[in-house]
Each structure stands twice: as C-alpha cells, then as structure tokens.
C-alpha cells in the first residue's frame, strides 16, 4: 500500500506527520536490505596494483587422495653436492634456504648432461620437472608474429622451468641447449 497518502494523527502538523512517515519508511527500508546495506560497507576497497598472482596447491579430498611424502634421494658424491649447493646458492629460487632444505633439494636433483642443439622443453607442453643450470647455456625461445624469436639465453645458476610447477601451466617457451651443458 505504498500509494496511500500518509495519515495524519489528530493535531499533527503536515510537517511532523511527514517526518513521522519518513521515520517509519527509513526503518522499513533498513529491516528490508540490513544484509545489502552491510555488505556493500565490508567490501575492502578495488587493487589499484592489478592482478595478483599467486602460487597454488592441488585441492585433495575424497576425489583426490593426499599420498604420503616419500623423500626422493639420487645418490650422489661429496663432489657433485658441493657442485649443486654452489650453483643453488647463486639462485634466487635457493639462496634463502638452511642447510636441512637445501640437502633436501639437492638429494632429490638428478644430473644430466645434455648436448649443443638438443631441445629441452616444447613450448605448451605439462611440466614435471625444472633445471638449475650448473655449466653451459640454452637458449629460450617464443613464437612472435609468426616466427621464434630468442626470448632468454640461461646460463651458470639460472633456472628454467619452473613456471609450469609452480603456476600449474603449460610450458611457456621452448628451450634448446647452447652447448653441452649440465642443466
């Protein structure tokens, strides 16, 4: 009945009966969007950085059972650990680690020597694995209006591939390999 003019009590001023109708219509309309209202006032404020990103995990659950952690170990001698803390030591993905992670890490590497000219990753494939870079280069290369283009050349202490294990994405660019190298 919202196009009912408002009654005016006995003696009441238009004025005073109008402030009572608005009265009554402000709590009406509070009891009706209480949720609305509150909402729209807990909303943090827009990012002006832009998107974020973020590193994320598998969802697990009655679908996709957790297995339980298996430490990887590839024997290795006291030479090639030292190798691998040196290089992993110049890496920003490493530097930051004590010694129990890093001994970790460098258990679970397994060395390959690879050739000049053999390509190491196909742009869009899944990764499962990523190379830290002890000796040599390789190349990085895009597609980019139509023809591979170098995009990054790695060498000594880089690291390639790990986007697609931390971001769960395809591969983003194909990598070739300089010269024999140990990636």
Not at 86 to 96: D, H, I, R, T
Request: overall charge negative.
């Amino acid at each position: 009945v919202a196009d009912d003019p408002p009654k005016q009590a006995e003696g009441a001023s238009p004025t005073a009966a109008a402030a009572e109708q608005a009265a009554e219509d402000d709590e009406d309309s509070d009891e009706d969007s209480d949720g609305d209202h509150d909402a729209e006032l807990d909303m943090p404020p827009p990012s002006a950085r832009g998107r974020k990103c973020s590193v994320s995990d598998e969802a697990y659950g009655a679908f996709n059972k957790r297995k339980e952690y298996v430490k990887k170990v590839i024997p290795k001698d006291d030479s090639q650990k030292a190798r691998l803390k040196e290089v992993l030591g110049q890496c920003w993905m490493f530097k930051s680690h004590n010694a129990e992670s890093m001994n970790t890490i460098i258990d679970a590497m397994k060395e390959k020597v690879v050739e000049a000219s053999v390509q190491l990753i196909q742009q869009g494939d899944h990764g499962e694995v990523m190379w830290v870079i002890e000796d040599g280069v390789l190349e990085c290369f895009k597609p980019i209006n139509g023809e591979s283009k170098s995009v990054k050349v790695c060498k000594r202490g880089d690291v390639f591939g790990e986007l697609a294990l931390l971001y769960n994405c395809p591969r983003a660019a194909s990598v070739f390999s300089k010269e024999r190298c140990v990636p």
